[in-house]
């Protein structure tokens, strides 16, 4: 079992930026692709990034390209989330999760984190 707890959530202005953290407990996720998805109010869970276990690979949804930059530190089981030049349309909770590798942590993770609010005002 995976246990993953988020932070670094929090209200930015627009333009602003903020770092997410996911914290794995349980087991090492050191051979784990890691990802990142989001649930805006009234919508549904989207896939926002991903990276393989040896940081080799990422993925990331269109609109975050060029903004925000998914990396990992396998030695302290953390994984992150950089943020930049948000804007109000990033408002969500975002959520860290898990699977074997990267491709699948991006249509069907096995492990979930509870999340962390994000909002970003105008």
């Known amino acids: 079992q995976v246990q993953l707890i988020e932070s670094g959530g929090g209200l930015v202005q627009a333009g602003g930026s903020l770092r997410l953290s996911c914290a794995a407990s349980?087991?090492?996720?050191?051979?784990?692709?890691m990802g990142w998805f989001r649930q805006a109010p009234g919508k549904e869970r989207e896939f926002v990034a991903a990276?393989?276990?040896?940081?080799?690979?990422?993925y990331y949804e269109d609109s975050v390209k060029g903004r925000f930059t998914i990396s990992r530190d396998n030695a302290k089981n953390l994984v992150y989330l950089q943020m930049n030049s948000l804007k109000p349309d990033d408002t969500a909770v975002y959520y860290c999760?898990?699977?074997?590798?990267?491709?699948?942590?991006?249509?069907?993770?096995?492990?979930w984190g509870q999340g962390t609010q994000v909002i970003v005002s105008s």
């Open positions: 990276i393989s276990w040896d940081s080799g690979i990422t």
């Open positions: 999760a898990a699977a074997p590798s990267e491709l699948q942590v991006r249509t069907t993770p096995r492990y």
């Open positions: 349980g087991r090492t996720i050191r051979t784990y692709g």
